[in-house]
T-cell receptor, first 113, second 111 residues
Framework: AQSVTQPDIHITVSEGASLELRCNYS??????LFWYVQSPGQGLQLLLK????DTLVQGIKGFEAEFKRSQSSFNLRKPSVHWSDAAEYFC???????????WGLGTSLAVNP | EPEVTQTPSHQVTQMGQEVILRCVPI?????FYWYRQILGQKVEFLVS????????KSEIFDDQFSVERPDGSNFTLKIRSTKLEDSAMYFC?????????FGPGTRLTVT
């Protein structure tokens, strides 16, 4: 069955530190992979996506993610975190003809000043 | 920039009542979705809609749920007889298949 695992429920980093949020997926075919961010009281905003091609994808707000087929992973990274990055981060895989999204549980990011 | 809108932002209803959650997708999008997120749990797919019909639905989307695109702009989710366990954040999304754009959500509280 298709699934997405985000092993870290909550992460705290200091402002200016680097960040890596982990995501592992289980999907039989070529995955369409996404990272979304949800700030308090806000909707789900797309950070970046991977469909094919270059396995390192760039997104908005200085985020990037790397698709590693051998590890079934799509980890999100940012070299220097800003206080405004504090939010909930969701990894998702698009499946089927309609690309319905299967979601991870999310990782809550807190940023210390 | 075009965006998906949802109304109301918060709906409180009594168990057994019908609710309609409304969404206005991005105008040139062809695929429409409803997801829900129960507090503390994963976002879950409910239903997708394409070409004026349901294209896929999850096990959650039972006979109590229905969707409609009544006028070419709105996309609604109806829950006929709400249960306590329907309390959740409901998200509408639209796409042209590749990227889904989400609305801000409707928080449904069933008492």
């Amino acid at each position: 069955a298709q699934s997405v695992t985000q092993p870290d429920i909550h992460i705290t980093v200091s402002e200016g530190a680097s960040l890596e949020l982990r995501c592992n997926y289980s999907y039989g075919a070529t995955p369409y992979l996404f990272w979304y961010v949800q700030s308090p009281g806000q909707g789900l905003q797309l950070l970046l996506k991977y469909f094919s091609g270059d396995t390192l994808v760039q997104g908005i707000k200085g985020f990037e993610a790397e698709f590693k087929r051998s590890q079934s992973s799509f980890n999100l990274r940012k070299p220097s975190v800003h206080w405004s990055d504090a939010a909930e981060y969701f990894c998702a895989v698009g499946t089927g003809n309609n690309r319905k999204l299967i979601w991870g549980l999310g990782t809550s990011l807190a940023v210390n000043p | 920039e075009p965006e998906v809108t949802q109304t109301p932002s918060h709906q409180v209803t009594q168990m057994g009542q019908e609710v309609i959650l409304r969404c206005v997708p991005i105008s040139n999008h062809l695929y429409f979705y409803w997801y829900r997120q129960i507090l503390g749990q994963k976002v879950e797919f409910l239903v997708s809609f394409y070409n004026n019909e349901i294209s896929e639905k999850s096990e959650i989307f039972d006979d109590q749920f229905s969707v409609e695109r009544p006028d070419g702009s709105n996309f609604t989710l109806k829950i006929r007889s709400t249960k306590l366990e329907d309390s959740a954040m409901y998200f509408c999304a639209s796409s042209n298949l590749n990227e889904q754009y989400f609305g801000p959500g409707t928080r449904l509280t069933v008492t």
